[in-house]
């Protein structure tokens, strides 16, 4: 199951997933994984959260991405929650390319995962195939 957090740069959508982060730590019963670009989130989310900087690994694009929540997936099958936090800095801005992406990562997590992903983009810009998850 996937939910997109969207708006506009500065409207919130991290603030507002550092809160779900951590609510969803003493609710969970299994592993709460974070996804980010940098290490911005270190002191914001509770130290149960498993905070991963995808720079570290040279993620970059759609197909990395899936590529590597795959593997976290197939690696902790106690996973029940991923957040990735502004994905479009991984897709160089393309929001053509984000709804190829989220079909893919809905997949793999099917109902049994919750991902939850921030989207810096008005809602009207959002391709069709985007907007499904909204």
Do not use: C, W
């Amino acid at each position: 199951m996937i939910k997109l957090i969207v708006g506009s740069k500065g409207s919130g959508k991290t603030k507002a997933m550092i809160d779900m982060i951590n609510g969803a730590v003493k609710t969970t019963s299994g592993n709460l994984v974070v996804v980010e670009k940098g290490m911005k989130l270190t002191y914001d989310i509770d130290h149960a959260a498993r905070l991963i900087d995808l720079d570290e690994y040279k993620i970059m694009g759609g197909e990395m991405l899936y590529g590597f929540i795959a593997g976290l997936m197939a690696g902790n099958y106690d996973i029940t929650e991923i957040y990735i936090d502004g994905i479009l800095k991984l897709l160089d801005h393309d929001v053509t390319k984000l709804g190829v992406v989220l079909d893919e990562i809905a997949a793999i997590t099917g109902d049994s995962v919750k991902a939850v992903i921030t989207v810096s983009a008005d809602e009207a810009a959002l391709p069709q195939n985007v907007k499904k998850y909204l």
